[in-house]
């Protein structure tokens, strides 16, 4: 394999060439940043890299805000967007290609990092991986759930009774006022109770109908 810093000077000239043949399209210059070496500092893995598209991205909306001061942050990147989809796949090459440098060398890096941690830190790093797949698996399955038309789940007759008596509630902080609640909500009697669970019952059958 190539030397790394001969094959990152032959795809800057490559990218440069194309992009002089591509001026009317759209102004870059600096056309490709350095690839940043991701070094392990102590107790942080590398970063993940960038991908072409985002490597064009931080590229571009410095040139694109200059050009358009007075635009959104949002249309900023729209514009970026379509200058992307307009570009020939050569064009997108360089982009690319130095994105799979940086793919390899950051698989390096963890490697390195991985090789430094203690057992503990192995077991402590494999689960919070776990915890934030669990995390990204429970946010699609709500969009799901969501874009379905699911509805929500009606409030419990003690929410209701918590939500009309929190403000006034016994209790400095939040944790202490729902303290305090659920001490009240235990001395009602059955019919005060019965007040709630009505209301409760009342509310899910509004959300059954779709009227609430």
């Not at 990218?15 to 591509?22: G, P």
């Not at 931080?58 to 942050?73: I, N």
């Not at 399955?141 to 038309?149: A, H, M, P, Q, V």
């Not at 209701?160 to 509630?169: K, T, V």
Request: glycine letters at 6%; aromatic letters at 8%; proline letters at 5%.
């Amino acid at each position: 394999m190539a030397p790394f810093g001969l094959l990152f000077s032959g795809l800057l000239k490559k990218s440069l060439s194309l992009f002089s043949d591509a001026s009317s399209l759209i102004r870059v210059v600096n056309v490709i940043p350095a690839v940043k070496s991701f070094t392990t500092s102590a107790g942080a893995p590398p970063k993940r890299p960038l991908n072409g598209y985002m490597r064009f991205v931080k590229q571009q909306q410095p040139l694109v805000v200059r050009e358009y001061p007075d635009v959104k942050a949002v249309d900023v990147i729209r514009k970026i967007a379509h200058q992307w989809r307009t570009l020939t796949a050569d064009q997108k090459q360089p982009f690319q290609q130095l994105s799979v440098v940086a793919r390899e060398q950051f698989k390096v890096d963890m490697q390195r990092y991985q090789s430094q941690l203690t057992p503990a830190q192995a077991a402590a790093l494999k689960q919070e991986r776990r915890r934030r797949l669990a995390k990204r698996k429970a946010i699609r399955r709500k969009r799901e759930l969501n874009s379905l038309g699911k509805p929500k789940r009606p409030r419990s007759s003690f929410n209701i009774f918590m939500a009309e008596h929190f403000e006034e509630s016994k209790g400095t902080t939040t944790q202490g006022k729902m303290k305090m609640l659920r001490e009240d909500w235990t001395k009602l009697s059955t019919s005060q109770q019965q007040v709630y669970v009505t209301d409760s019952l009342c509310s899910a059958g509004l959300r059954a109908a779709g009227g609430g």
